[in-house]
C-alpha cells in the first residue's frame, strides 16, 4: 500500500515539472529554442505542458509555401541540388585561379620587358629576313612605352 502511494505521489508531481518549449527568432534573425521566449519575439510553442506532440503548423504558413511555388525536396533531390552547386562553385574558382594565374605570368613577363628596356643594354630583334636588327633611341623609346602599357594592364 506504501508503495502505491509513493508511486501516485511521484506521477503527481512529475506532470507538474513537464516544461513548455518555445522557439523564435533572435534579433539576428538565428532560430532560439528554450523554456522562457523574450518578450516582444514572435514565439512558436513546441511542447506544452500537456507532453503532447508539437502544433501543426498554422494553415496560413502552408498556403505562403505554395504561393511561392517551393515545392519540399526529397532527400535525394536536395543532395543532387547540393552536389550541382558545388561542382557549380567549384568550376567558378579553378576558373578565376586559371584567370589569376595567367595575370600574374602576363604581369611577370611585362615587367621582365620593361625592366630589360629600360637597363640601357642594346636590343635587338629579328626582322622577316631573319637577321638580328638593333632598336634606336625613338623604337626603343615606342617599345618601353608599349611594355609599360602592358605592366599597367596586367599589374594592376
Known sequence: ???????????????????????????????????????????TRIRGASGGPPPAPPAAAKDEKADKGDKALTPEQAFRKRQQERATAEEKAAKERADADAKRANCQSAQTQLRMLQSGQRVSTVNSAGEKVYLDDDQRAAETARAQKSVSDWCS
Not at 502511494?5 to 513537464?18: K, M, N, Q, R
Not at 518549449?21 to 523574450?38: A, E, F, Q, S
Open 1 to 43: 500500500m506504501r508503495r502505491l502511494l509513493v508511486v501516485a505521489v511521484a506521477l503527481a508531481f512529475s506532470a507538474g515539472a513537464s516544461a513548455q518549449l518555445y522557439k523564435w527568432k533572435d534579433k539576428n534573425g538565428h532560430v532560439r529554442y528554450g523554456d522562457t521566449p523574450p518578450p516582444g519575439a514572435e514565439v
